[in-house]
Antibody, heavy 122, light 107 residues
Framework: EVHLVESGGGLVQPGGSLRLSCSASGLTLNSYAIYWVRQAPGKGLEHVSAISGRGSDTNYADSVRDRFYISRDNSLNTVYLQMSSLRGEDTAVYYC???????????????WGKGTTVTVSS | EIVMTQSPATLSVSPGERATLSCRASQTVSSNLAWYQKKPGQAPRLLISGASTRATGIPARFSGSGSGTEFTLTISSLQSEDFAVYYCQQYNNWPHTFGGGTKVEIK
């Protein structure tokens, strides 16, 4: 069975940084795209970032571009989201999600992690 | 980007009754439409992909239909564990956009 486990969330001051990690078990991650999706309190689901299975292609929501950076280490079966210049509006539960295929723009999402909470507050 | 609109925002249904949820796309997404179920404190779960294909382990009471711009998720006989928020998402065009969700609550 496939499992994704996020870690690295927490409380951070505005302007600060955090690195989220997504570790996978039950599959080889390099065959699949990975997405980060967030849900702010009382809000719906929002794409944050995506990375192709090979790591050669990435994408970011306009709201996080130039502040967040997605990467992967397929040898560790792990994907990262480096978040910097954090703002109050980045407060959310961040989910790591596996795509159904290697390219992020063609496939739906089929396995979700349980999420990690990021709170940006002074 | 494609805007996904779900209706109603809240649906009050009695256990055992049928629930019909709608999702509309601002432009055609062909059949590249997925439905997810989200319960408080839990990860979203894939229910349907390709507008009508149930994911592994999803009960037959969940069915999806539609193509182009109009889609429907039907839960034929609501069970207690089905009360949740349901999201549609198109994956025909990048960025893959979500609808705002329909909350199915106990009547």
């Amino acid at each position: 069975e496939v499992h994704l486990v996020e870690s690295g969330g927490g409380l951070v001051q505005p302007g600060g940084s955090l690195r989220l990690s997504c570790s996978a078990s039950g599959l080889t991650l390099n065959s699949y795209a990975i997405y980060w999706v967030r849900q702010a309190p009382g809000k719906g689901l929002e794409h944050v970032s995506a990375i192709s299975g090979r790591g050669s292609d990435t994408n970011y929501a306009d709201s996080v571009r130039d502040r967040f950076y997605i990467s992967r280490d397929n040898s560790l079966n792990t994907v990262y989201l480096q978040m910097s210049s954090l703002r109050g509006e980045d407060t959310a539960v961040y989910y790591c999600v596996k795509g159904a295929g290697i390219d992020y723009y063609y496939y739906y999402m089929d396995v979700w992690g349980k999420g990690t909470t990021v709170t940006v507050s002074s | 980007e494609i805007v996904m609109t779900q209706s109603p925002a809240t649906l009050s249904v009695s256990p055992g009754e049928r629930a019909t949820l709608s999702c509309r796309a601002s432009q055609t997404v062909s059949s590249n439409l997925a439905w997810y179920q989200k319960k408080p404190g839990q990860a979203p779960r894939l229910l349907i992909s390709g507008a009508s294909t149930r994911a592994t382990g999803i009960p037959a009471r969940f069915s999806g239909s539609g193509s182009g711009t109009e889609f429907t998720l039907t839960i034929s006989s609501l069970q207690s564990e089905d009360f949740a928020v349901y999201y549609c998402q198109q994956y025909n065009n990048w960025p893959h956009t979500f609808g705002g969700g329909t909350k199915v609550e106990i009547k």
